[in-house]
């Protein structure tokens, strides 16, 4: 079946402008999570929807980042004002129990 | 504040030696994750280990996990060059008891395993 898909899969960005990318989960898995990948941090988790639930968004590195799901499916990570330090590939992963799966990401390069 | 840690971060060996990837971490948790990573992809799963004492076999690799001791460790058994790519454990902060799911999880470093024919 379809797995985790994510758009853009590249995304070059000014300085100081708005972004958004968007992830699919796999159909009817019920907690969704969105992580960022860079050579200096390594893997770190950014936030956390499980259902209706209110998300966990312990792992935003700043107010700048915000997410959200809309009908427990489709999610959108906006990051505003990009800075030079949000370059990095941001992965999108969906969870029905324990696995998670992740999907291919979204590559930013801030200019 | 988690921290898992991976030892070696990076290993070079020869086809058909053993060797084994060490994941330690900080905060007890009963679910420890194994990822593989190749070059400019995403995360492929490889094993979820949920309880103490949990071994997992997957060809050529076999992981483990000891809750007690805070370890984790994933054994390449006669290596092939093909099993060349980046191996990451992460561990679940939390533990969802309802409705399935984990939260948020805290990767190690990663193991950069090239493997020479």
């Known amino acids: 079946g379809a797995g985790v898909s994510q758009s853009p899969s590249n995304k070059v960005t000014e300085k100081g402008k708005d972004v958004e990318l968007r992830c699919d989960p796999i159909s009817g898995h019920t907690a969704l999570y969105w992580y960022r990948q860079s050579l200096g941090q390594g893997l770190e988790f950014l936030i956390y929807f499980q259902g209706n639930s209110a998300p966990d968004k312990s792992g935003l590195p700043s107010d700048r980042f915000s997410a959200e799901r809309t009908g427990g499916s489709v999610s959108t990570l906006t990051i505003q004002r990009t800075q030079q330090e949000d370059s990095a590939v941001y992965l999108c992963?969906?969870?029905?129990?324990?696995?998670?799966?992740f999907g291919p990401g979204t590559r930013l390069t801030v200019t | 504040e988690l921290k898992v840690e991976q030892n070696p971060l990076f290993l070079s060996m020869q086809e058909g030696k053993n060797y084994t990837i060490y994941c330690n971490y900080s905060t007890t948790s009963d679910r420890l994750y194994w990822y593989r990573q190749d070059p400019g992809k995403s995360l492929e799963s490889l094993f979820v280990l949920l309880s103490n004492g949990a071994v997992k076999q997957e060809g050529r690799l076999m992981a483990s996990l000891d809750t007690k001791a805070r370890l984790s460790t994933l054994h390449i058994t006669a290596a092939v060059h093909d099993l060349s790519a980046t191996y990451f454990c992460a561990v679940a902060l939390r533990v969802v008891l309802s409705g399935g799911g984990a939260d948020g999880l805290t990767f190690g470093k990663g193991t950069h395993l090239i493997i020479q024919p």
């Open positions: 992963a969906s969870s029905l129990e324990y696995e998670q799966y």
